[in-house]
């Protein structure tokens, strides 16, 4: 389900990443996913990664070392709902995404 979502926006492509499969926009990764572990890991500005984490920090959370102050995000694949995995997909997104990709995921989301 993640993959799919992930590469549903526009423009966005699969590539790996060290052990995990990276998705990207303009080559600029908004997140990763590690199968193995049920776990993803998407790029977040400070505040959209407050909203999210401050629902369930069992759901999602701020990745424990100096990449989650800069944004990156772990998502529980087992317990997330998929409104909310798409919300997130859709945050990192548009943290990355050129204006001309972005702008309608914004007002989507608005």
């Not at 549903?8 to 998705?23: G, R």
């Not at 590690?34 to 069992?58: G, I, M, N, W």
């Not at 070392?65 to 548009?94: F, H, R």
Request: charged share 25%; glycine share 4%.
């Amino acid at each position: 389900m993640f993959r799919k979502l992930a590469l549903s926006f526009p423009e966005a492509v699969e590539a790996p990443h060290f052990e995990k499969a990276s998705f990207r926009v303009a080559k600029r990764i908004f997140a990763t996913l590690s199968a193995t572990d049920h776990q993803a890991c998407v790029k977040l500005s400070e505040l959209d990664q407050s909203v999210f984490c401050a629902f369930d920090k069992a759901v999602i959370f701020p990745v424990p070392n100096k990449w989650g102050k800069q944004g990156w995000t772990l998502i529980n694949l087992k317990s997330v709902k998929k409104a909310m995995l798409l919300d997130a997909l859709a945050a990192a997104y548009c943290s990355v995404a050129p204006g001309r990709l972005s702008t309608g995921i914004r007002n989507k989301r608005s």
